[in-house]
């Protein structure tokens, strides 16, 4: 029998999980890797033979969550792979999705030719996710990329509010009269990147505005549940889509993966406001153009951030958690719209889990670290239930009544397992933190 060895045995709980997590994170990039990497760009892998998907068309989303992915794995100290697997990514999206004017084409041929010029403000907040991600692993170039595409949105999809306002065509004329709250919570995910990454307070400021607005103030007009599409003066529609139930992106009802997602992203929030000057933060950026920023909050009307965190998170499994995954989507009162399960909603709460473990320990209350501990490893033995033979994640599984099919994502696809691999870098990160 071989003896267990002296880092084994003088780890703490805290290392060893965290030593796990960074396992899942590296064992989820090297089922991607190199088989992901096409001549130009990223190809998207079936979940059930590994082979890639047929076409050459490539998705601003796709791309960015990937070379995100890859960063992740060099920020984790991965396999010397990982930092030119990112760079490959960037190199694409820059020379095939950006555009003369700067913007970024959503649907690109792998040659790149244009198929969609649509101007996603959601694919947007992924180009700064991605060169955020980069710029935080070291990659050369990555940060200019943080600054410009920062500047972009400021000038292109900022409104009156604060917030991203709608896609736009080529010619950046607004498609629809339209806001959303999903492109705003990956651009406040993507702000949140941006500020780890170079440690500017105006990141983290855009961060705070854009949760505030839609966890804090817009909540509050529906019993604290975040509602999804909204009009042009951030007025509630709650008639968008409703003859479309299970839209891919903007289905009506509420979503209970979002509320765990945003349980994540304001946990984040209370981390890196607790780590500034004075327990705030920091101050604002002097340098900020708008002149509205919002440093020296400690979280939402001055009552910090872990409080609402632990709210959207019991509203999301509450709502949602069926031992098998999380409705799609649910009215008002709970009852579910949409029963399909999408893996990345399972992935967003473990990821929201594990973050608010490590700020109830923060805090010095166990018992609350203790119960989200126990739900992330309820969360995260569900995993198998939507990983295929190949290794990588089914888009969704249908509901019981359905026999629980599995669905593989269609081409030219968006997810590169980015919500497994980002729900496994925080519970890394966040068990590192514990003491």
Known sequence: MTDASPTDATSTDAERRARSHRARLLATLRVQYPDALADRGYRLLHPETGDPYTGDRRHLVATC???????????????????????????????????????YRLVVTADGDPVDRTRSAYGHAFVLLAYARAADAGIDGAREGVAATHALIEERFRDDAGLLRSDCDAEWTEVEPYRGQNANMHACEAYLAAYEATGEDRYLDRARRIAEAITVDLAAETGGLLWEHYTPEWEHDFGYNADEPRHQFRPPGYQPGHHAEWAKLLALLDR??????????????????????????????????????????????????????????????????????????????????????????????????????????????????????????????????????????????????????DAFFESWRSARRTP
Do not use: M
């Open 65 to 103: 969550r990937s070379a995100a992915n890859f960063a992740l794995g060099a920020l984790a100290d991965g396999p010397d792979w990982c930092v030119p697997a990112a760079e490959h990514g960037l190199t694409f999206l820059r020379e095939a999705h950006r555009s003369d004017d700067g913007g």
């Open 272 to 421: 890196y406001d607790a780590d500034g000057p004075g327990g705030a933060g920091g101050a604002a950026d002097a340098d900020d153009p708008s002149g509205d920023a919002d440093g020296g909050t400690d979280g939402p009307s001055g009552d910090g951030w872990d409080e609402r965190a632990a709210e959207l998170f019991d509203a999301a499994v509450d709502h949602g958690w069926t031992e098998n995954g999380f409705v799609y989507t649910h009215a008002a009162d709970g009852t579910p719209l949409v029963e399909d399960r999408y893996g990345w909603a399972l992935a967003e709460a473990i990821g929201a889990a594990a973050a608010l473990a490590e700020r109830a320990a923060a805090r010095g209350d166990a018992d609350a670290a203790d119960g989200f501990r126990r739900w992330h490893r309820r969360l995260a033995v569900r995993t198998d239930l939507y990983r295929g033979p190949a290794g990588l994640w089914y888009e969704k599984r249908l509901p019981s009544d359905a026999d629980g099919d599995l669905v593989a994502p269609e081409p030219p696809g968006v997810e590169p397992d980015y919500h497994p691999a």
